[in-house]
């Protein structure tokens, strides 16, 4: 199969505009015979059901919590890119543009950035209509601040909450549609399956997580909007909640999934402090942009820390590290994401880390309190240093934070084209969902900022493209024997997953799988590594299926099912991430190959080897997937070996 990106002809500051008078149309009238389920709610999902429904479709909204409030979206704290300049300091959409090709290590589509940084300012606009209360500065304009691997101000900010507010402005709109009835909501519902019509996506297969009733809702498109598959590696910056199975069950259908190995590991996370954990929490960002990371110079120094003989302030200046300052002077503290983590495991590794387990560096505000006072610190990151006390008892205005890189977003995701589609017709995957945007590595403050361009301003657009195509307005018909038949197919996992009756909890095979995942596939990966991993998960794959136990029935709220299902969805696409990480023997980004090094410790790409996106197909169960390619072309910038020096 030939992978056609459907990326428009003509200059790149041109495509999108061409490209979207060159889309079908669908007149007002017609709008309102089609039908669209949207399957996620958070930011991707609430704006582009809003904005569907908004322009006169009948729209279908689910989620697996029990408001489109919860989605994770509210945790993204930092905040929202925007090409507007109104820091006057040199800010454009090519250099956004740039800045997320280059930030993203050379892996992504020079169309798509482009679009994305050329939507960015319109994005602005609608959630400042919407009223997002973002910062304001002293004239009164929207306030900025930095993110990593960029050296201009273009991050617009609702303190540590921007995540949250924007959602609220997504939830808002949507809850309008749904008050008017152009919006029908389905809380506490899972999507199972995907059905598939004359190889057309024509509805769903859910799950009542209250009561576990298995229905079908058809629809003319669907848009997968279900975030990230980052937990599989069981700890995460992610809620508990996130998991991979409607991306996996529509690839399991046949729509490709692109870069599984592309992962991103967050630098401010809060260290692991022991088994009892479920989740991690994240540091925002944000505070990269006044404190200072560090770690003692000497490991003699840091074993007295960590053995609590010293205190962080009685480290001289002179004895300090500030590694990040030292190494790339040009971006300090503000390099991106991938790089920062790998520096802060180095200096671990050298057993120079601090806190009882050595796996942490400071990330210090004394000198930044010392500047602006602590009272502007506080207006700045107030919630973040009390969600930091709350969580370690320590007070982060006395004494630095302590930081640890962790699982944070994931780049890969199901295959796109240009207008969003995936390689099944009539199926869409907007936001992290899709790989479509970041390449190997995401900068920070760019994940809402895809989520609300693909919702508001990509797919009202290109959807239309494709139901114009369909040459009918006749409903789908929901007596087709696809949904009877895929529904029976639900239904039998279901009743495979309930006969488990093992010694083993589905939380002792999550976690396995995850210790597997970040030591072989984490922040850093080598060829024995990963075919021990790949090795380990199909032993895992066994015994989950052998000697699991799955409590409950169907007919109630079953968490321990609702799990069963999501961790036999990770255990797959496991499998599959190692199986990337294993083709792409280069490094890049988020995915850094030990083999592949410059002398200085840096990603050393391959780009005549693997400049290109790699997509995979699903072939059966415990059939090796057939890896299709899409070559990236750069037309518009200059390969380099990254530098932030």
């Excluded at 925007?82 to 800045?99: C, E, I, M, P, W």
């Amino acid at each position: 199969m030939i992978l056609d990106s459907k990326i428009p002809e003509g200059p790149l500051a041109e495509k999108w505009s061409k490209h979207k008078f060159n889309l079908k149309l669908v007149n007002p009238a017609n709008k309102r015979k089609f039908t669209i389920i949207v399957v996620g709610t958070g930011l991707a999902g609430a704006s582009a059901a809003a904005s569907l429904a908004e322009l006169g479709y009948n729209v279908k909204t689910f989620c697996y919590q029990d408001s489109p409030r919860r989605a994770h979206s509210i945790a993204a704290q930092g905040g929202i890119n925007a090409a507007k300049n109104y820091q006057n300091d040199g800010d454009s959409v090519y250099r956004l543009f740039y800045d997320t090709i280059k930030g993203g290590d050379y892996r992504s589509r020079e169309a798509n950035v482009y679009r994305l940084a050329e939507v960015s300012v319109n994005i602005i606009d609608q959630c400042v209509a919407q009223g997002v209360p973002f910062a304001r500065e002293y004239g009164g304009l929207l306030d900025n601040r930095s993110f990593g691997g960029a050296q201009v101000s273009r991050t617009f900010y609702a303190r540590g909450q921007t995540g949250q507010q924007l959602l609220l402005g997504a939830y808002s709109a949507l809850n309008r549609q749904i008050h008017v009835g152009k919006v029908k909501s389905y809380t506490r519902h899972e999507m199972l399956d995907l059905v598939m019509i004359d190889g057309h996506a024509k509805g769903i297969i859910t799950r009542d997580l209250k009561t576990g009733q298995i229905e079908a809702h058809e629809g003319h498109a669907v848009l997968l909007c279900t975030g990230g598959y980052g937990n599989v590696f069981f700890l995460s910056t992610n809620a508990m909640g996130c998991n991979v199975t409607a991306a996996w069950r529509a690839h399991k259908r046949g729509a490709f999934f692109a870069n599984p190995c592309y992962t991103q590991i967050h630098p401010t996370c809060i260290p692991v402090t022991g088994d009892h954990q479920s989740k991690l929490t994240l540091m925002s960002e944000s505070l990269r942009n006044d404190g200072r990371v560090w770690v003692p110079k000497t490991v003699e120094l840091a074993e007295k820390l960590r053995k609590g003989q010293l205190k962080a302030s009685d480290i001289k200046e002179e004895d300090r590290d500030y590694f990040l300052e030292r190494k790339y002077p040009s971006f300090g503290n503000l390099v991106p994401r991938d790089v920062a983590s790998r520096n802060a495991k180095m200096m671990c590794d050298e057993g120079r880390g601090v806190g009882k387990t050595g796996l942490a560096v400071f990330l210090d505000f004394a000198e930044a309190i010392q500047r602006m006072g602590e009272d502007t610190v506080r207006a700045k990151y107030g919630n973040l240093f009390d969600m930091y006390y709350q969580i370690t008892d320590e007070n982060p205005y006395k004494q630095p934070m302590r930081i640890y890189p962790a699982v944070h977003y994931t780049m890969g995701g199901l295959w796109v084209d240009y207008n969003l589609m995936t390689t099944i017709p009539g199926l869409y995957a907007l936001g992290e969902c899709n790989f479509s945007d970041h390449g190997a590595n995401r900068l920070g403050a760019s994940a809402l900022m895809q989520g609300l361009a693909d919702g508001y301003f990509v797919i009202p657009y290109t959807v239309g493209d494709y139901l114009t195509s369909l040459g009918s307005f006749a409903p789908v018909d929901k007596n087709h024997p696809a949904f009877e038949a895929t529904r029976k197919s639900v239904e039998e996992k279901i009743q495979k997953l309930l006969s488990l009756k093992g010694s083993k909890t589905i939380d002792d095979i999550h976690k396995k799988l995850g210790h597997i995942m970040w030591e072989k596939c984490g922040m850093a990966r080598n060829e024995a590594g990963l075919r021990e991993a790949k090795q380990e998960i199909q032993e895992l794959r066994k015994e989950f299926w052998n000697d699991v136990t799955v409590l409950g029935e169907n007919e109630e709220l079953n968490l321990s099912l609702e799990k069963a299902g999501r961790v036999a969805d990770f255990l797959e696409l496991g499998e599959l991430m190692v199986d990337d990480a294993l083709n792409r023997s280069e490094s890049c980004g988020g995915h850094f190959r030990e083999e592949s090094a410059t002398p200085e410790g840096e990603a050393k790409r391959d780009d005549e080897h693997f400049a290109y996106v790699a997509a995979w197909q699903y072939n059966g169960d415990n059939q090796a997937e057939t890896l299709h390619k899409e070559e990236l072309v750069f037309e518009n910038v200059k390969l380099t070996q990254r530098s932030y020096k």
